[in-house]
Structures are given as structure tokens and as C-alpha cells.
């Protein structure tokens, strides 16, 4: 496989613009992102070049992958003389060595060829420095930063522990690993948990709602959505849109109507971010309702779970569940209980649109060249991540590309517009590459190479 990616590499090594797309046309055969792609190809020419006695000996079965990629990540900065010093030492000794034992000889190697290669290796990865959160397998959420200044990161440890310390000493309950998570959190949000009041059964503070407010060049104006196709009953009690923090839902929040309801347990969803468990949806929700810039939308689904209809409701509003508390005037009440969610719907008069799917009557083509939020709305609905194969950057990040380009006939129609993120809108419009959307919705995509993907409007789970 690596020897294959390298000869893949070396005909696309060229400066023709259609060879900065080659590491797209790689990974959607192997089912891998661009980036990924891109890194298979740069690590399977290094290695096959700059390291041929240890990939003879991955070859030979003398050595694991392991062990390739360990060498490979030590000795990248060194010279081509002095890697090729590295690649026959290091390929002799790694077949007895553990990973943590080969790293250790390797990084000892490496500075005793070039001493100066450690302050290299630390200004270039300072380059890679980087703040960003993600969701854990568990369902919880991390936040990560690397390639930091080691004098601002022990500061800044310094800082959480003495937040921590100064927590306990305030008589907030927990272990002293509990108290720096929530030092952790206070100081990124610029609050102070000892103003908080506390429970008197237990002396914990109301445990605080984290919101993911992301990139601000995401659209603001994409409205984060409550969506579902069927259920009905009585709003109230599911969550609670009291006191607490409040969070701008600058990014989509999908949720479904049960879910927020409490009828039921199926996950939502943050564009960006990934799936929620039933109780960390509502939490959000219920965060996203204090705040008077959220707004409100629902899109009703066909049986197979894609989009049917949307609308979004005028004003700000709390979804049906909350209380109101704590919204700004004029908001109005939530329906009494007893109210049915087509009344609920009725109440915030949203006007549903069906969203064209198989053909389309151009009934929604509009005159210009952007699309308005509105026509927007239902396209990012329709298909909620950029529709090239594989990528699932959210289509609020995305570009709305016209398939079928606006100076040669395109329209300004859900037949003709479709997601792209800016990296595969580029990768599109590049020599050899061909996109059709013959049906709202339905991508079909042709490499260089002649191969064919489809891509498909999103299905909501029902």
C-alpha cells in the first residue's frame, strides 16, 4: 500500500493546478479526508526515499508499521545525509527495541548527528500550535491545546491550581481534580463559581451548561433548529430554561421534537461538533433559550428521514418545554399545558416550505446571483454537510456552490445550488473534474481518473 500511495505521489508531484487536488481523488477511493490523503502521500514518498533500509525491513516483516513511523517522525528534519546515516542504524536495532525503547534511541541518534535539529523541530511545530475542542468516545466533550510556550503553560497550570485551591478554600465541594476542571471552565468564560449559589443538601453550585460557540466565520444567520416529523403532546418540564448561563447558538443545534419534549431519548446533534446524548441536548437547548439572539427553526421529515419541509419562526422564542424564564420581553409564554405541538407551531406562525426533492419547478429560483437566507436555509436543510464524498465539514462552514456554473446557464434554484466546502468547491472547477446535481440534492461527482461517487441529501434519524 505505501509503495503504491509513493508512485500515486510521484505522478502528482508536478506543479499542474490539477495535482493540488490529487490527495481528494486518493481519498475518496480509500475512504480518508483530503488532509489525511494528503499525509499518506507525503509519509509514503518519505519513507520509501528517505528511509529504503527501514522500509525494506517493514517489507521483510522484520520490523511493525509502528516502528516505520516512529523513524520517520525523528528523523524528518535531518539532511539527506545524515537521514540516511539515521535510516541504516535505526533499521538494524528496531526489531528489538519497544516503541517507547525506539523513540528514546532514535531522538538520541538524531541530536548526535545534528545538535542543532531539537530547535528546529520545536520552531517548526510551534507552527502546528492550536486550540480546539472535540467530542470524547464517552459522549462528554475535551478541549485541547498544543505547541504551546512551555513557560505559558506552566503559568497558566499555576493559575487553574490555584483557582482550584482557591475553590475549596471558598467551600465548593469535589475532589481537587473536579475543582481545576471547574477552575478550568471559569477562567475560559470569565466567570467565578464562588458567585454561584449552592445547593444547601450538597454544597455543589448548579452544575453550568458549556455551549459551542465556534468559528466566527461561521453564518450567524443559520439558524440552529429543532427537527423532527411527528409527535405531539404537552409542552412543559422537559427542560428548564431558568437561571443559569446562556448561550448565542451561532451554530446548528438539531434536536428532535420528542427529544426536547422528553418523549423521548434519541441524541441531537451540533453542527461541527458531533452527537449529544438526550439529557446534553436539552441542557443545550435550555441554554440556547436564555439567549435572545437564538432563533427557531423546524424542518418536518419524509418517512425515509430527509428533509421535507422548513420554516423559521419570526422573533425569538424558547421551544416548547421551557418556561420562559429569564427571556427578554415580549417573547411571550409557552402554550398551556395541554397544547398540542401543531397548536405550539401555529403559535410562533412559521410558515413550512416544502423543499424540493426528486424534480423541481423553479418555483423558489430567485434573479440573482446570491441566494437569499431564506433559499439558503432550505439548501443547508437539505443537505447539512458539504456534499463531496466523505467530507463532513457543516454546511454552515460551506460555500453554496452553483453545480452548474452561474456564467454558463446556471440558476439560483435548490436545483442548481448544493454545499461545497471551500477546499472541494476549488477541487470542483480544476481540470479533469466534473459535477452534475440531476436531481435537488443528488451529487454525482467524476474524478480524472474516471471514477464515480454519489452523494445524497441527509438523513435526519426518525
Not at 533500509?53 to 517489507?59: E, N, P, R
Request: charged share 25%; hydrophobic share 35%.
Amino acid at each position: 500500500l505505501l509503495a503504491a500511495i509513493a508512485e500515486y505521489a510521484a505522478r502528482h508531484a508536478g506543479s499542474r493546478p490539477a495535482d493540488e487536488f490529487a490527495p481528494v481523488e486518493l481519498g475518496y477511493e480509500l475512504h480518508l479526508t483530503p488532509q489525511s490523503a494528503a499525509e499518506q502521500m507525503r509519509y509514503s514518498a518519505a519513507v520509501t526515499t528517505r528511509l529504503p533500509v527501514t522500509f525494506a525491513a517493514l517489507a521483510a516483516g522484520r520490523i511493525h508499521p509502528v516502528h516505520l513511523r516512529i523513524i520517520d517522525d525523528e528523523t524528518a528534519l535531518l539532511s539527506p545525509a545524515d537521514a540516511a546515516a539515521a535510516d541504516a542504524e535505526l533499521a538494524e536495532v528496531a526489531p528489538s527495541l519497544t516503541f517507547g525503547r525506539l523513540r528514546a534511541v532514535a531522538h538520541r541518534l538524531v541530536l548526535k548527528l545534528d545538535p542543532d535539529s531539537a530547535l528546529r523541530r520545536k520552531e517548526h511545530a510551534k507552527q502546528d500550535a492550536h486550540v480546539r475542542r472535540f467530542r470524547e468516545d464517552s459522549g462528554n466533550a475535551g478541549m485541547a491545546a498544543r505547541e504551546l510556550p512551555p513557560d505559558e503553560v506552566l503559568a497558566s497550570w499555576q493559575h487553574v491550581e490555584q483557582r482550584a485551591l482557591d475553590l475549596r478554600a471558598a467551600g465548593i465541594g469535589g475532589s481537587l481534580r473536579e475543582l481545576r476542571v471547574r477552575a478550568y471552565l471559569d477562567l475560559l468564560q470569565e466567570r467565578d463559581s464562588r458567585l454561584v449559589p449552592a445547593d444547601p443538601g450538597t454544597g455543589q453550585t448548579d452544575r453550568p451548561v458549556e455551549a459551542d460557540n465556534d468559528d466566527d466565520s461561521w453564518d450567524q444567520d443559520d439558524a440552529p433548529s429543532q427537527r423532527g416529523d411527528h409527535g405531539s403532546g404537552s409542552p412543559g418540564g422537559a427542560f428548564d430554561s431558568g437561571p443559569g448561563p446562556s448561550v448565542a447558538a451561532l451554530v446548528n443545534i438539531t434536536v428532535s421534537v420528542g427529544t426536547a419534549l422528553g418523549h423521548s431519548e434519541a441524541p441531537g446533534e451540533v453542527g461541527g461538533y458531533g452527537l449529544l446524548d438526550a439529557q446534553d441536548a436539552r441542557d443545550l437547548l435550555a441554554a440556547a433559550a436564555r439567549h435572545p439572539h437564538t432563533r427557531w427553526c423546524v424542518t418536518a421529515l419524509h418517512p425515509d428521514g430527509t428533509a421535507a419541509a422548513h420554516g423559521c419562526a419570526r422573533g425569538r422564542h424558547p421551544p416548547p418545554g421551557t418556561t420562559g424564564r429569564g427571556q427578554p420581553p415580549g417573547q411571550g409564554p409557552d402554550p398551556p399545558p395541554g397544547t398540542t405541538l401543531q397548536d405550539y407551531l401555529a403559535s410562533l406562525r412559521i410558515r413550512i416550505v416544502r423543499i424540493a426533492r426528486g424534480g423541481c419547478d423553479h418555483n423558489r429560483a430567485e434573479a440573482g446571483y446570491r441566494p437569499s437566507r431564506k433559499l439558503a436555509h432550505l439548501v443547508k436543510v437539505r443537505n447539512t454537510r458539504c456534499t463531496a464524498p466523505g467530507c463532513g465539514r457543516p454546511a454552515a462552514q460551506c460555500d453554496l456552490d452553483h453545480t452548474l456554473a452561474w456564467d454558463q446557464g446556471g440558476i439560483t434554484c435548490e436545483c442548481d445550488l448544493a454545499p461545497l466546502c471551500r477546499h472541494h468547491h476549488r477541487c470542483k472547477q480544476a481540470e479533469g473534474w466534473r459535477l452534475e446535481q440531476p436531481e435537488p440534492g443528488v451529487l454525482k461527482w467524476r474524478t480524472p481518473g474516471g471514477r464515480r461517487y454519489t452523494t445524497t441529501p441527509t438523513a435526519y434519524p426518525v
